[in-house]
């Protein structure tokens, strides 16, 4: 299990314990990453607003540096997935598009065909490395605890581009946070948006979408929430007591990352996963 | 025929008699091929002639019978039983009112929040050709021009994605996605003449800029129209027209800068570069407490190797800009 290992800017600084927690059991599982250090920000569904071409041509090149590698994209944030599967898919589709990017690429010998995948972290431990071999793997399962699954969007939608879950009732972290051993509550706001992508441009509409969310998990009785998504994970988590100002919620409610509870179930500790980094203590 | 035991759980509420929502169980028996509509009508004429819902051309085309069907918006009259049905034991169809907008009676909610934001956003064509000579003269439009909004034509105003919006759902002022994807239909259409003006009118506050792109409206589109790149048309169009002194603008401005100076973002100052500073002194708390966890984005960015590539892009295309 090899992968090209796609840097996200937030991973990279606010959220650090994404990838710090990663990087302790990917060995575990025979997985090697191998950082895309010369790629750059995806552009977070910003980049083309300013200019669809550089959009284009960066994200190929991108991905033709993973292809250069001759492997597979893998992301531990939802909207690098979407974002790099937005550019893979407009490139596989215009032989007019592919030619201008590859034009541009050709000066630092790279190329773009199409070959290589993009995939998220969730998808490669559910499909590629598998549930049943995880379970096998638990050293420390999550017995008792129980988890609210935040999907967030841009793992789910739009379904064209993403389409491992049904959008209205997904289940692959569910299925994750069983196969730990975790248990899972029922509530309505896990495939709903956390407002990030808003919260700098309209923060107080953007914060309730997050309060509702944080609400909605609290009622539920669950004890944690869990998120494939830094970027959710930083409007859940850093932006909680703000979210929560003047609402009734009876409790703060901890946030962990997809990669912190693999960790936890595979016995580090949550000091080593740096789960002491979040906002919200645990 | 195949037949089935479904039980339907309804939404109902009368405002004027009710003091709040409850909901009505029925359980009929349904052959396969049969719509939610059908079912619906077949309640009401049977079991409930009270509950009360909107339904017309039962052909998917004239938009009125859009409900949430186990949640999720979508026509009434599309929607096959059939396809709803988990093959357990008991069958329970959840059958609601559109979300986002209010309730006049059961099923049927107020539209009017729509067509009040279609009105005061010009979802028309101003053409160029004057009044009088209206009829007289033809504006042919190429199966070529036609394409760019083809997809966004097919719009029946059934207003399912206005109900799945996250950010209709906190914000009622919002302009809403079906006025956005009718923004980027006019604006792109060879005949009007208005598309500035047009533009300007939803670059204000609630508007163009405060799509959260959850692609929602997307996905649950009854027509499967793209919504979203209509969205994402539009801020490529304010840009090209230089409408670019709003946060969202500068957000994504700062995007595009970072990656040509050192390939990634700089998150230290993007709020500063969004909002100002005015604007962003009410996060310096959040960032103290956040520094003192460790949580903080570092000053400076180390550049990412090969910069020179990627500075290599931006001027070739600014060069091929200048030249065109």
């Known amino acids: ?282 | 025929m195949e037949r089935r035991e479904v039980s339907f759980r309804i939404y109902r509420y009368n405002p004027q008699v009710d003091r709040t929502p409850f909901y009505d169980n029925f359980r009929i028996a349904v052959e396969k091929g049969i719509t939610i509509l059908r079912a619906l009508n077949h309640i009401k004429e049977h079991l409930e002639p009270r509950l009360t819902f909107r339904a017309f051309c039962q052909a998917g085309i004239c938009g009125s019978c859009a409900v949430r069907i186990n949640g999720v918006s979508r026509l009434a009259c599309t929607t096959q039983v059939w396809d709803l049905l988990t093959g357990s034991g008991d069958e329970t169809i959840l059958i609601e009112p559109l979300d986002n907008l209010e309730v006049i009676r059961d099923l049927v909610v107020d539209i009017n929040p729509i067509m009040e934001k279609l009105k005061r956003n010009y979802s028309w064509i101003r053409p160029a050709i004057p009044e009088e000579e209206m009829g007289r003269k033809e504006h042919i439009v190429s199966d070529e021009e036609f394409e760019t909004i083809n997809a966004s034509s097919d719009c029946i105003l059934c207003g399912s994605c206005y109900s799945e919006c996250s950010m209709m759902a906190v914000n009622r002022d919002y302009i809403s996605p079906p006025v956005l994807l009718k923004t980027f239909r006019m604006n792109n259409d060879t005949r009007d003449t208005f598309a500035c003006e047009r533009l300007r009118e939803v670059t204000t506050d609630d508007g163009l800029w405060d799509c959260t792109h959850c692609y929602k409206c997307t996905e649950h589109c009854t027509k499967k129209i793209p919504i979203m790149d209509g969205i994402h048309r539009l801020r490529e169009e304010a840009f090209e027209r230089g409408m670019t002194q709003t946060k969202g603008a500068r957000h994504a401005q700062a995007f595009f800068d970072d990656i040509r100076d050192i390939g990634r973002l700089r998150e230290v100052t993007l709020p500063l570069r969004t909002k100002g500073v005015l604007g962003s002194i009410g996060m310096v708390p959040l960032a103290v407490r956040m520094g003192l966890k460790g949580r903080k984005p570092p000053l400076l960015v180390k550049r990412i190797p090969d910069i020179e590539r990627v500075r290599d892009i931006y001027s070739r295309l600014e060069a091929n800009r200048g030249e065109s």
Not at chain 1, 217 to 229: E, F, L, N, Q
Request: with cysteine; hydrophobic share 40%.
């Open chain 1, 1 to 282: 299990m090899q992968y090209a290992y796609f840097l996200s800017c937030i991973n990279e600084s606010m959220t650090k314990e994404v990838d710090r927690a990663l990087n302790l059991w990917k060995k575990d599982l025979g997985m090697e990453l191998v950082n895309l250090e010369k790629g750059t920000c995806c552009g977070g569904s910003n980049l083309d607003y300013v200019s669809p071409n550089h959009f284009i041509i960066i994200n190929g090149r991108n991905l033709a540096l993973a292809e250069q590698m001759g492997l597979d994209l893998a992301t531990s944030c939802s909207t690098c997935l979407l974002t790099l599967r937005r550019a893979k898919h407009i490139l596989d589709t215009s032989s007019e598009k592919r030619e201008m990017v590859n034009a541009h690429l050709a000066d630092e010998g790279l190329y773009y065909g199409g070959t290589s995948d993009v995939k998220h972290l969730l998808w490669v431990i559910n499909e590629d490395y598998g549930l049943e071999r995880l379970a096998v793997k638990v050293t420390a399962p999550l017995r008792g605890v129980r988890f609210a699954p935040f999907y967030g969007c841009h793992i789910l939608r739009p379904s064209a581009l993403l389409g491992r879950d049904d959008s209205a009732a997904p289940s692959s972290l569910d299925r994750l946070v069983e196969a730990l051993g975790g248990s899972l509550v029922e509530y309505g706001s896990k495939n709903k948006c956390c407002g990030f992508h808003t919260l700098l441009v309209a923060e107080k509409q953007s914060l309730t979408m997050t309060g509702n969310a944080i609400e909605d998990a609290v009622r539920s009785g669950a004890d944690y929430i869990v998120t494939p998504c830094p970027l959710c994970h930083t409007a859940l988590d850093a932006y909680q007591d703000k979210a929560l100002a003047g609402r009734r919620a009876s409790r703060n409610i901890p946030v962990l990352h997809l990669s912190q509870m693999i960790g936890l179930a595979l016995g580090y500790s949550r000091e080593a996963l740096g789960i002491d980094r979040h906002m919200i203590a645990v």
